[in-house]
T-cell receptor, first 112, second 116 residues
Framework: KQEVTQIPAALSVPEGENLVLNCSFT??????LQWFRQDPGKGLTSLLLIQSSQREQTSGRLNASLDKSSGRSTLYIAASQPGDSATYLCAVRDTGFQKLVFGTGTRLLVSP | GAGVSQSPRYKVAKRGQDVALRCDPI?????LFWYQQALGQGPEFLTY????????KSGLPSDRFFAERPEGSVSTLKIQRTQQEDSAVYLCASSLASGELGSPLHFGNGTRLTVT
């Protein structure tokens, strides 16, 4: 059974710092991996989707990497801003399945 | 364009009552998912539709949970005889395709269900 773990559970940084969020998964037979952002009381917003054949994806200040063989992904946020404060969730889709398996998220607080 | 819309936004039910939660996916989206999110946890999969066909309901926690998407667009998640452990946010998500490339999921804002 696929299990997804995110470290750290919470992170507080001053504005302007670069930061890395970590995601690990137990079964490397994944189809893709997706990073989401969730604001309080809201649904999830897709940030980046990495197919299993890809190593990384970039969008603006965000960069996500995938090392399928070691079961790891990182989300790098450059020059953090207070508006980046949210919970970041990692989710994997296993090969042969449609559903996503989520981690428990990292709560990020960026202070001005 | 409009995103995924869920209603009601909040629902309070007394234990034992039946509830129905509605999801309007993005127009033209083939795939529709329901997830349950407990406080402080990541979403957990409940069920998946491809058009009107329910292809995976392995995540439904009991036979009190039932979902349908009769015309391949709007979906309803019904919970019968609600229990306190059913209290959670129920998220609906849709994607354009079900096929090879794994389209990004678009989530609604969820329905927060509180069972008293």
């Amino acid at each position: 059974k696929q299990e997804v773990t995110q470290i750290p559970a919470a992170l507080s940084v001053p504005e302007g710092e670069n930061l890395v969020l970590n995601c690990s998964f137990t079964d490397s037979a994944i189809y893709n991996l997706q990073w989401f952002r969730q604001d309080p009381g809201k649904g999830l917003t897709s940030l980046l989707l990495i197919q299993s054949s890809q190593r990384e994806q970039t969008s603006g200040r965000l960069n996500a990497s995938l090392d399928k063989s070691s079961g790891r992904s990182t989300l790098y946020i450059a020059a953090s801003q207070p508006g980046d404060s949210a919970t970041y969730l990692c989710a994997v889709r296993d090969t042969g399945f449609q559903k996503l398996v989520f981690g428990t998220g990292t709560r990020l607080l960026v202070s001005p | 364009g409009a995103g995924v819309s869920q209603s009601p936004r909040y629902k309070v039910a007394k234990r034992g009552q039946d509830v129905a939660l509605r999801c309007d996916p993005i127009s033209g989206h083939v795939s529709l998912f329901w997830y349950q999110q407990a406080l402080g946890q990541g979403p957990e999969f409940l069920t998946y539709f491809q058009n009107e066909a329910q292809l995976d309901k392995s995540g439904l926690p009991s036979d009190r949970f039932f979902a349908e998407r009769p015309e391949g667009s709007v979906s309803t998640l019904k919970i019968q005889r609600t229990q306190q452990e059913d209290s959670a946010v129920y998220l609906c998500a849709s994607s354009l395709a079900s096929g090879e490339l794994g389209s990004p999921l678009h989530f609604g804002n969820g329905t927060r269900l509180t069972v008293t």
